[in-house]
Protein backbone atom coordinates (compact mmCIF):
# COMPACT_ATOMS: atom_id res chain seq x y z
CA UNK A 1 0.00 0.00 0.00
CA UNK A 2 1.28 3.51 -0.90
CA UNK A 3 0.34 6.61 0.11
CA UNK A 4 0.63 8.20 -2.73
CA UNK A 5 -0.53 8.12 -5.98
CA UNK A 6 1.76 6.73 -9.02
CA UNK A 7 3.36 10.28 -10.76
CA UNK A 8 1.36 11.89 -13.73
CA UNK A 9 2.62 10.72 -17.30
CA UNK A 10 5.00 13.29 -18.65
CA UNK A 11 7.24 14.49 -15.45
CA UNK A 12 10.03 12.05 -15.63
CA UNK A 13 12.43 13.61 -17.48
CA UNK A 14 15.95 11.56 -16.70
CA UNK A 15 18.14 9.86 -19.74
CA UNK A 16 16.82 6.97 -19.58
CA UNK A 17 14.95 5.13 -18.29
CA UNK A 18 12.11 7.89 -19.40
CA UNK A 19 8.73 7.96 -18.95
CA UNK A 20 6.56 5.35 -20.66
CA UNK A 21 2.83 6.36 -22.00
CA UNK A 22 0.12 4.48 -20.06
CA UNK A 23 -1.20 3.18 -23.29
CA UNK A 24 1.74 0.85 -23.95
CA UNK A 25 2.09 0.12 -20.08
CA UNK A 26 -1.25 -1.55 -20.46
CA UNK A 27 -0.58 -3.68 -23.62
CA UNK A 28 2.14 -5.46 -21.37
CA UNK A 29 -1.01 -6.92 -19.55
CA UNK A 30 -2.11 -9.34 -21.99
CA UNK A 31 -1.90 -12.97 -21.71
CA UNK A 32 1.03 -14.72 -22.63
CA UNK A 33 2.04 -16.50 -25.51
CA UNK A 34 4.07 -19.34 -26.66
CA UNK A 35 7.60 -18.19 -28.02
CA UNK A 36 7.00 -21.05 -30.93
CA UNK A 37 3.58 -20.55 -31.71
CA UNK A 38 1.82 -19.27 -34.80
CA UNK A 39 0.78 -16.00 -32.85
CA UNK A 40 4.33 -15.34 -31.56
CA UNK A 41 5.44 -15.15 -35.18
CA UNK A 42 2.32 -13.37 -36.20
CA UNK A 43 3.40 -10.78 -33.83
CA UNK A 44 7.07 -10.68 -34.94
CA UNK A 45 6.02 -10.65 -38.48
CA UNK A 46 3.77 -8.14 -38.09
CA UNK A 47 6.06 -5.83 -36.55
CA UNK A 48 9.22 -6.21 -39.07
CA UNK A 49 8.50 -3.64 -41.41
CA UNK A 50 7.14 -1.20 -38.83
CA UNK A 51 10.72 -1.72 -37.40
CA UNK A 52 12.49 -1.37 -40.33
CA UNK A 53 11.04 1.77 -40.77
CA UNK A 54 11.61 2.88 -37.67
CA UNK A 55 15.50 1.78 -38.45
CA UNK A 56 15.80 3.26 -41.45
CA UNK A 57 17.53 0.37 -43.17
CA UNK A 58 16.23 -2.54 -45.19
CA UNK A 59 17.65 -5.45 -43.61
CA UNK A 60 16.44 -7.22 -41.02
CA UNK A 61 15.85 -5.60 -37.58
CA UNK A 62 16.72 -7.62 -34.83
CA UNK A 63 15.08 -7.33 -31.09
CA UNK A 64 17.02 -8.85 -28.29
CA UNK A 65 15.51 -9.42 -24.50
CA UNK A 66 18.64 -7.76 -23.22
CA UNK A 67 19.47 -4.25 -21.85
CA UNK A 68 21.76 -2.16 -24.73
CA UNK A 69 24.71 -3.60 -23.06
CA UNK A 70 24.02 -7.04 -24.24
CA UNK A 71 23.73 -5.79 -27.94
CA UNK A 72 27.01 -3.74 -27.31
CA UNK A 73 28.96 -7.11 -26.56
CA UNK A 74 26.97 -8.29 -29.61
CA UNK A 75 28.61 -5.83 -31.80
CA UNK A 76 32.23 -6.66 -30.14
CA UNK A 77 31.81 -10.33 -30.16
CA UNK A 78 30.74 -10.40 -34.04
CA UNK A 79 32.61 -8.00 -35.60
CA UNK A 80 35.88 -8.05 -33.95
CA UNK A 81 39.16 -10.16 -34.54
CA UNK A 82 41.96 -9.24 -33.13
CA UNK A 83 42.25 -5.31 -32.65
CA UNK A 84 39.70 -2.84 -32.49
CA UNK A 85 39.91 1.23 -32.07
CA UNK A 86 37.39 2.70 -29.45
CA UNK A 87 36.34 6.52 -29.47
CA UNK A 88 35.77 7.24 -25.87
CA UNK A 89 34.49 10.76 -25.14
CA UNK A 90 32.46 9.54 -21.77
CA UNK A 91 30.97 6.91 -19.84
CA UNK A 92 28.99 4.77 -22.54
CA UNK A 93 32.06 5.05 -24.84
CA UNK A 94 34.50 3.84 -21.74
CA UNK A 95 31.95 1.03 -21.46
CA UNK A 96 32.81 -0.30 -25.26
CA UNK A 97 36.58 0.05 -24.61
CA UNK A 98 36.28 -1.92 -21.53
CA UNK A 99 34.11 -4.66 -23.60
CA UNK A 100 36.59 -5.15 -26.05
CA UNK A 101 39.22 -5.90 -23.15
CA UNK A 102 36.79 -8.18 -21.71
CA UNK A 103 35.82 -10.24 -24.63
CA UNK A 104 39.81 -10.40 -24.60
CA UNK A 105 40.82 -8.52 -27.75
CA UNK A 106 43.15 -5.79 -27.64
CA UNK A 107 41.72 -1.89 -27.75
CA UNK A 108 43.33 1.11 -28.95
CA UNK A 109 41.80 4.35 -27.44
CA UNK A 110 41.12 7.60 -29.14
CA UNK A 111 40.21 9.43 -26.11
CA UNK A 112 38.65 13.31 -25.95
CA UNK A 113 37.95 15.38 -23.11
CA UNK A 114 34.36 14.84 -21.09
CA UNK A 115 31.93 17.52 -22.99
CA UNK A 116 33.79 17.13 -26.54
CA UNK A 117 33.67 14.86 -29.54
CA UNK A 118 36.21 13.48 -31.57
CA UNK A 119 35.82 15.25 -35.56
CA UNK A 120 36.68 13.06 -38.48
CA UNK A 121 40.43 14.57 -39.07
CA UNK A 122 41.17 13.04 -35.48
CA UNK A 123 39.49 9.79 -36.54
CA UNK A 124 41.41 9.21 -40.16
CA UNK A 125 44.47 10.07 -37.67
CA UNK A 126 44.53 8.09 -35.05
CA UNK A 127 43.39 5.25 -38.13
CA UNK A 128 46.68 5.96 -39.51
CA UNK A 129 48.96 6.57 -36.72
CA UNK A 130 47.71 2.69 -34.88
CA UNK A 131 48.33 -0.80 -36.53
CA UNK A 132 45.53 -1.98 -38.53
CA UNK A 133 42.05 -2.56 -36.21
CA UNK A 134 39.17 -4.56 -37.19
CA UNK A 135 36.39 -1.99 -36.34
CA UNK A 136 35.81 1.09 -34.95
CA UNK A 137 33.61 1.69 -31.81
CA UNK A 138 31.42 4.67 -31.36
CA UNK A 139 28.87 5.96 -29.40
CA UNK A 140 26.61 8.52 -30.92
CA UNK A 141 24.89 10.33 -28.81
CA UNK A 142 27.33 10.02 -25.38
CA UNK A 143 24.06 10.42 -22.70
CA UNK A 144 26.67 11.10 -19.75
CA UNK A 145 28.04 14.27 -21.72
CA UNK A 146 25.52 15.15 -24.04
CA UNK A 147 27.60 15.33 -27.20
CA UNK A 148 25.94 13.81 -30.34
CA UNK A 149 28.76 12.58 -32.65
CA UNK A 150 28.71 13.22 -36.34
CA UNK A 151 28.68 9.65 -37.07
CA UNK A 152 27.65 9.94 -40.49
CA UNK A 153 31.27 11.75 -41.37
CA UNK A 154 32.98 9.11 -38.46
CA UNK A 155 32.01 6.45 -40.59
CA UNK A 156 33.00 7.73 -43.94
CA UNK A 157 36.35 8.29 -42.60
CA UNK A 158 36.50 4.36 -41.39
CA UNK A 159 35.47 3.83 -44.71
CA UNK A 160 38.54 4.68 -46.42
CA UNK A 161 40.44 2.19 -44.65
CA UNK A 162 40.10 -1.63 -46.06
CA UNK A 163 38.10 -4.65 -43.87
CA UNK A 164 37.01 -1.92 -40.64
CA UNK A 165 33.80 -1.86 -39.18
CA UNK A 166 31.34 0.38 -37.87
CA UNK A 167 30.19 -0.58 -34.78
CA UNK A 168 27.19 2.22 -33.13
CA UNK A 169 26.11 2.35 -29.79
CA UNK A 170 22.99 4.60 -31.39
CA UNK A 171 21.03 4.10 -27.88
CA UNK A 172 20.05 7.73 -27.07
CA UNK A 173 20.20 8.59 -30.94
CA UNK A 174 18.09 6.31 -32.79
CA UNK A 175 14.37 6.85 -32.90
CA UNK A 176 15.35 10.48 -31.10
CA UNK A 177 17.59 11.79 -34.08
CA UNK A 178 18.40 10.96 -37.92
CA UNK A 179 20.04 7.20 -37.65
CA UNK A 180 20.78 5.80 -40.78
CA UNK A 181 22.59 2.42 -40.93
CA UNK A 182 22.37 1.52 -44.38
CA UNK A 183 22.87 5.09 -45.79
CA UNK A 184 25.77 5.83 -43.67
CA UNK A 185 27.60 2.57 -43.96
CA UNK A 186 27.05 1.49 -40.32
CA UNK A 187 28.03 -2.32 -39.90
CA UNK A 188 26.05 -2.86 -36.13
CA UNK A 189 24.00 0.00 -34.96
CA UNK A 190 21.70 -0.43 -31.87
CA UNK A 191 19.66 0.44 -28.91
CA UNK A 192 17.60 0.03 -26.10
CA UNK A 193 14.30 -0.02 -25.38
CA UNK A 194 14.22 2.65 -22.60
CA UNK A 195 15.17 5.63 -24.03
CA UNK A 196 14.36 7.29 -26.99
CA UNK A 197 11.69 4.73 -28.11
CA UNK A 198 10.03 5.23 -24.01
CA UNK A 199 9.49 1.23 -23.58
CA UNK A 200 10.72 -0.35 -20.35
CA UNK A 201 13.71 -1.50 -19.88
CA UNK A 202 14.59 -4.99 -21.07
CA UNK A 203 14.49 -5.11 -24.99
CA UNK A 204 17.68 -4.06 -27.56
CA UNK A 205 17.03 -3.55 -31.12
CA UNK A 206 20.08 -4.22 -33.66
CA UNK A 207 20.68 -3.61 -37.27
CA UNK A 208 24.06 -5.67 -39.05
CA UNK A 209 25.52 -4.97 -42.17
CA UNK A 210 26.27 -8.43 -44.61
CA UNK A 211 29.91 -7.36 -43.98
CA UNK A 212 29.15 -7.70 -40.15
CA UNK A 213 27.97 -10.83 -40.65
CA UNK A 214 30.13 -12.07 -42.79
CA UNK A 215 33.17 -11.06 -40.20
CA UNK A 216 31.23 -13.07 -37.58
CA UNK A 217 30.34 -15.92 -39.64
CA UNK A 218 34.43 -16.46 -39.42
CA UNK A 219 35.02 -16.17 -36.04
CA UNK A 220 35.27 -18.05 -33.02
CA UNK A 221 34.23 -17.37 -29.83
CA UNK A 222 31.09 -15.32 -30.55
CA UNK A 223 29.06 -16.99 -27.51
CA UNK A 224 25.58 -18.42 -27.96
CA UNK A 225 22.98 -16.04 -26.51
CA UNK A 226 24.69 -12.83 -28.91
CA UNK A 227 25.60 -15.21 -31.70
CA UNK A 228 24.42 -12.86 -34.51
CA UNK A 229 24.09 -15.22 -36.98
CA UNK A 230 21.91 -17.19 -35.29
CA UNK A 231 20.33 -14.37 -34.20
CA UNK A 232 20.30 -13.10 -37.91
CA UNK A 233 18.91 -16.35 -39.08
CA UNK A 234 15.92 -16.82 -36.09
CA UNK A 235 14.90 -13.07 -36.68
CA UNK A 236 14.41 -13.78 -40.60
CA UNK A 237 11.97 -15.87 -39.96
CA UNK A 238 10.26 -14.43 -37.12
CA UNK A 239 11.53 -16.58 -34.59
CA UNK A 240 13.08 -15.69 -31.04
CA UNK A 241 16.01 -17.30 -30.38
CA UNK A 242 15.09 -18.42 -27.16
CA UNK A 243 11.65 -17.03 -24.67
CA UNK A 244 11.70 -13.11 -25.39
CA UNK A 245 10.32 -11.09 -22.84
CA UNK A 246 6.65 -11.32 -24.28
CA UNK A 247 5.16 -8.18 -22.51
CA UNK A 248 7.94 -6.08 -23.92
CA UNK A 249 7.10 -7.26 -27.42
CA UNK A 250 3.12 -6.31 -26.60
CA UNK A 251 4.78 -2.80 -25.61
CA UNK A 252 6.97 -2.97 -28.68
CA UNK A 253 4.17 -3.57 -31.01
CA UNK A 254 1.86 -0.90 -29.75
CA UNK A 255 4.64 2.03 -29.60
CA UNK A 256 5.43 1.43 -33.12
CA UNK A 257 1.81 1.78 -33.47
CA UNK A 258 1.82 5.01 -32.14
CA UNK A 259 5.14 5.98 -33.93
CA UNK A 260 3.24 5.41 -36.92
CA UNK A 261 0.55 7.63 -35.87
CA UNK A 262 2.76 10.48 -34.92
CA UNK A 263 3.62 10.83 -38.40
CA UNK A 264 6.62 8.30 -38.56
CA UNK A 265 10.17 8.63 -37.48
CA UNK A 266 10.46 11.58 -39.08
CA UNK A 267 7.66 13.02 -37.17
CA UNK A 268 8.97 11.81 -34.03
CA UNK A 269 12.67 13.57 -34.83
CA UNK A 270 11.46 16.50 -35.33
CA UNK A 271 9.56 17.00 -32.15
CA UNK A 272 13.38 16.14 -30.69
CA UNK A 273 14.95 18.64 -32.63
CA UNK A 274 11.80 21.15 -31.81
CA UNK A 275 12.66 19.98 -27.59
CA UNK A 276 16.36 20.32 -28.26
CA UNK A 277 16.15 23.66 -29.80
CA UNK A 278 13.81 24.96 -26.96
CA UNK A 279 16.16 23.99 -23.99
CA UNK A 280 19.13 25.72 -26.22
CA UNK A 281 16.91 28.97 -26.36
CA UNK A 282 16.07 28.77 -22.50
CA UNK A 283 19.62 28.30 -21.51
CA UNK A 284 20.91 30.93 -24.25
CA UNK A 285 18.53 33.55 -22.44
CA UNK A 286 19.58 32.94 -19.21
CA UNK A 287 23.10 32.64 -19.41
CA UNK A 288 23.87 28.66 -18.92
CA UNK A 289 26.40 26.63 -20.91
CA UNK A 290 26.22 23.49 -22.52
CA UNK A 291 28.64 21.36 -21.78
CA UNK A 292 29.44 20.13 -25.21
CA UNK A 293 29.46 23.01 -27.77
CA UNK A 294 26.84 24.00 -30.46
CA UNK A 295 26.22 22.07 -33.37
CA UNK A 296 27.16 18.76 -31.07
CA UNK A 297 24.53 18.56 -29.26
CA UNK A 298 22.56 15.52 -28.67
CA UNK A 299 18.31 15.84 -29.64
CA UNK A 300 17.45 13.91 -26.73
CA UNK A 301 19.81 14.50 -23.46
CA UNK A 302 20.96 18.20 -22.68
CA UNK A 303 23.52 18.47 -19.97
CA UNK A 304 23.75 21.77 -18.70
CA UNK A 305 26.76 23.47 -16.75
CA UNK A 306 25.17 24.79 -13.16
CA UNK A 307 25.88 27.97 -12.05
CA UNK A 308 28.76 28.56 -9.98
CA UNK A 309 27.51 27.76 -6.00
CA UNK A 310 24.82 26.29 -7.29
CA UNK A 311 24.36 22.19 -6.32
CA UNK A 312 22.52 19.60 -8.46
CA UNK A 313 21.68 17.41 -5.93
CA UNK A 314 19.90 20.71 -4.34
CA UNK A 315 18.21 21.23 -7.50
CA UNK A 316 17.18 17.54 -8.08
CA UNK A 317 15.59 17.32 -4.65
CA UNK A 318 13.61 20.50 -5.20
CA UNK A 319 12.08 19.52 -8.37
CA UNK A 320 11.24 16.05 -6.76
CA UNK A 321 9.35 17.90 -4.22
CA UNK A 322 7.36 18.96 -7.00
CA UNK A 323 6.66 15.56 -8.78
CA UNK A 324 9.77 16.40 -11.88
CA UNK A 325 12.82 13.98 -12.14
CA UNK A 326 15.65 14.87 -14.08
CA UNK A 327 18.97 13.63 -14.27
CA UNK A 328 22.13 14.98 -12.49
CA UNK A 329 25.79 14.87 -14.13
CA UNK A 330 27.45 11.70 -14.83
CA UNK A 331 30.75 10.29 -13.03
CA UNK A 332 32.48 13.65 -12.22
CA UNK A 333 29.92 15.83 -13.81
CA UNK A 334 27.56 14.57 -10.87
CA UNK A 335 27.35 17.77 -8.79
CA UNK A 336 28.38 20.37 -11.34
CA UNK A 337 25.95 19.54 -14.02
CA UNK A 338 22.11 18.37 -14.93
CA UNK A 339 20.92 16.37 -17.61
CA UNK A 340 17.28 16.96 -18.87
CA UNK A 341 16.30 13.78 -20.81
CA UNK A 342 14.07 15.15 -23.45
CA UNK A 343 13.21 12.07 -24.89
CA UNK A 344 10.74 9.16 -26.44
CA UNK A 345 7.00 10.49 -25.78
CA UNK A 346 7.94 14.15 -23.65
CA UNK A 347 6.47 17.29 -25.25
CA UNK A 348 7.77 20.86 -25.81
CA UNK A 349 5.12 22.02 -23.70
CA UNK A 350 5.96 19.58 -20.71
CA UNK A 351 9.53 20.52 -21.20
CA UNK A 352 8.68 24.52 -20.90
CA UNK A 353 6.81 23.69 -17.41
CA UNK A 354 9.93 21.46 -16.50
CA UNK A 355 12.40 24.61 -17.48
CA UNK A 356 10.29 27.00 -16.13
CA UNK A 357 10.20 25.29 -12.30
CA UNK A 358 14.35 24.99 -13.09
CA UNK A 359 14.51 28.56 -13.26
CA UNK A 360 12.54 29.40 -10.31
CA UNK A 361 14.84 27.06 -8.10
CA UNK A 362 18.03 29.16 -9.71
CA UNK A 363 16.68 32.04 -9.25
C1 LIG B 1 21.78 3.80 -21.36
C2 LIG B 1 22.88 3.66 -22.33
C3 LIG B 1 23.56 2.45 -22.52
C4 LIG B 1 23.35 1.24 -21.66
O1 LIG B 1 22.09 0.77 -21.73
P1 LIG B 1 21.60 -0.46 -20.83
O2 LIG B 1 20.24 -0.66 -21.40
O3 LIG B 1 21.59 0.03 -19.41
O4 LIG B 1 22.50 -1.59 -21.02
C5 LIG B 1 24.53 2.39 -23.50
N1 LIG B 1 24.82 3.46 -24.25
C6 LIG B 1 24.20 4.64 -24.09
C7 LIG B 1 24.59 5.79 -24.97
C8 LIG B 1 23.21 4.78 -23.14
O5 LIG B 1 22.58 5.96 -22.99
Avoid at 86 to 105: D, I, M, P
Avoid at 150 to 175: C, K, M, Q
Avoid at 251 to 271: F, H, K, N, P, S
Avoid at 308 to 328: F, M, T
Wanted: net charge neutral; charged share 25%.
Amino acid sequence: MTAHPPPAFGKFFLPGPTDVHPDVLAAMLRPMIGHRSSRMEELLAGMAPRLQALCRTRRTVLVGTTSATGFMEMAVRNGVRHRALAVVNGAFSERFAKLVVATGKECIRLDVPLGAAVEPDMLRDALKRNPPVDAVTVVHSETSTGVLQDVAALASVVHEFDDVLVLVDAVTSLAGSPVEPDRWGLDFAFTGSQKALALPPGLALGVASERMLQRARALPGRGLYFDLVSFEQASAKFQPTNTPAVPLLYALEQQLERIEREGGVEARWRRHDAMRQRAERWARERGIEYLPCEGRRSWTVSCLRLPEGRSAKELLGALKQQGWVIGAGYGALKESTIRVGHMGDHTVAALDELLSLVEAQLA
